[in-house]
C-alpha cells in the first residue's frame, strides 16, 4: 500500500497485485449512480431523468426506497446496472467519503469523476476474467501489465481521472481481451456474429457453441436450449433474451448484470460464480397425476363432462 493526500485527506491506495473490489457496495456509496446518469423513460425506466439530478426515489440515507419493487414499479433497468465496484471506490477513495449531499459543491466533479471511474472499473474485471483463463506465456503477460496501468488509472485524484482517454484505454484493452477469447475458443471456435444485430431472433436451431458473440445485440433473443460452449460474450446485449434451459456454464465474459438483464429458469445452467437471478421462474413442481373421469352413464342419458382438472401451470419469469 501506499498513501497520497487527497482532498485534504491521507487515503491509501493499492499497490500492483494488491487487488480491486469489482463488486458493487451501495452500503459504502452515497448513491451515486442515482444520481450522476441520466434515465430515459422507456421500457427500462418509468421517468425520464436528467444527469446529475436525484432520482425521486433516492432516500436521504442514499438508499432507494422501492428497492425490492424495482421491476414491478417499472425500473428494470436499476437491477442490472453495475458500477463493478466503482460507486464505494468513488466515494471512499477518490472523494475520501465527502458526500455530495452534504458538499454541493463537489457533486459535479464527483459526478463526471464517475462517469470515468465506472468504465475503468468494468475493465478491470475484463481483464481480471482474461488474466483468469489465460495461460502463462506472452499475452497473460501483456494482460497483467494493462490489467495493473487500469488499476493505477482508478486509484488517480479527481483531476487525474478526468484527463484519461477512456476511449483509447478501451480500444488498447478491448484487442487484449479479443485475443484471450480467441486463445480460449481455439480447439472449438464456432461461429463469428461478433457485433450481430440478433433481436428477437429464434436461435434455438443456431449452432453456438464457442460462437464470437462479442457485443452482439440478442434483446428478445430466443435461446431456449441452446448450448452455447465457450461462446465469447463479451458485451453482448441480453435484455429479455429467452435462456431457459440453455447451457452458459462454460462462456467466457458472462457477466452477472447480463443474467440479471435476461429471463432463464431452473434448467438454465450457469458459469461458477455467478447466480441465478430471483426474478427467474422457479422450478415448477408437477401436478398431481388427475383422476380418471368417472364412467360414462348408461345410454340413453347423454352427458357432457369437464376435461379432468391438473393442467399445467407455468410462471412468467
Known amino acids: ?106 457533486a459535479r466533479r464527483m459526478f463526471d469523476t464517475f462517469a470515468v471511474l465506472r468504465p475503468l472499473h468494468e475493465l478491470l474485471w475484463y481483464l481480471t476474467e482474461a488474466v483468469r483463463i489465460t495461460p502463462p506465456g506472452g499475452l497473460r503477460d501483456d494482460l497483467t501489465t494493462i490489467l495493473d496501468e487500469t488499476g493505477r488509472l482508478t486509484d488517480g485524484t479527481p483531476e487525474e481521472l478526468l484527463a484519461v482517454d477512456v476511449d483509447a484505454h478501451r480500444d488498447r484493452v478491448n484487442r487484449l481481451l479479443s485475443r484471450a477469447g480467441e486463445r480460449a475458443r481455439a480447439e472449438r471456435a464456432g461461429p463469428d456474429r461478433r457485433g450481430a444485430t440478433l433481436i428477437g431472433v429464434d436461435l434455438r436451431r443456431a449452432s453456438l457453441t464457442g460462437a464470437n458473440l462479442r457485443g452482439a445485440i440478442l ?10 460452449g465457450a461462446a465469447d460474450l463479451t458485451g453482448a446485449d441480453l435484455r429479455g433474451a429467452d435462456l431457459r434451459g440453455a447451457d452458459l456454464g462454460e462462456c467466457l465474459f458472462l457477466h452477472q448484470s447480463q443474467l440479471d438483464a435476461a429471463r432463464g429458469d431452473h434448467r438454465t445452467v450457469l458459469p461458477p460464480g455467478l447466480r441465478r437471478p430471483e426474478h427467474w421462474s422457479r422450478t415448477i413442481t408437477p401436478p398431481p397425476t388427475p383422476l380418471p373421469p368417472p364412467p360414462l352413464p348408461p345410454l340413453p342419458v347423454i352427458k357432457e363432462f369437464a376435461s379432468p382438472p391438473g393442467g399445467h401451470s407455468t410462471q412468467t419469469p
Open 219 to 228: 434483446i428478445g433473443a430466443d435461446l431456449r436450449g441452446v448450448r452455447l
Open 1 to 106: 500500500m501506499v498513501c497520497r493526500i487527497r482532498e485534504g485527506v491521507v487515503v491509501a491506495e493499492r499497490g500492483a497485485g494488491d487487488g480491486w473490489e469489482l463488486r458493487a457496495d451501495c452500503a459504502r456509496c452515497a448513491g451515486v449512480c442515482c444520481v450522476a446518469p441520466a434515465f430515459a423513460a422507456s421500457a427500462d425506466f418509468a421517468i425520464d431523468k436528467p444527469a446529475g439530478r436525484p432520482c425521486p426515489n433516492l432516500r436521504a440515507d442514499s438508499r432507494c426506497g422501492i428497492h425490492s419493487e424495482l421491476r414491478r414499479r417499472g425500473f428494470p433497468g436499476c437491477t442490472v446496472f453495475d458500477c463493478f465496484g466503482a460507486g464505494q471506490h468513488l466515494t471512499q477513495g477518490t472523494f475520501a467519503g465527502r458526500d455530495w449531499r452534504a458538499d454541493p459543491g463537489v
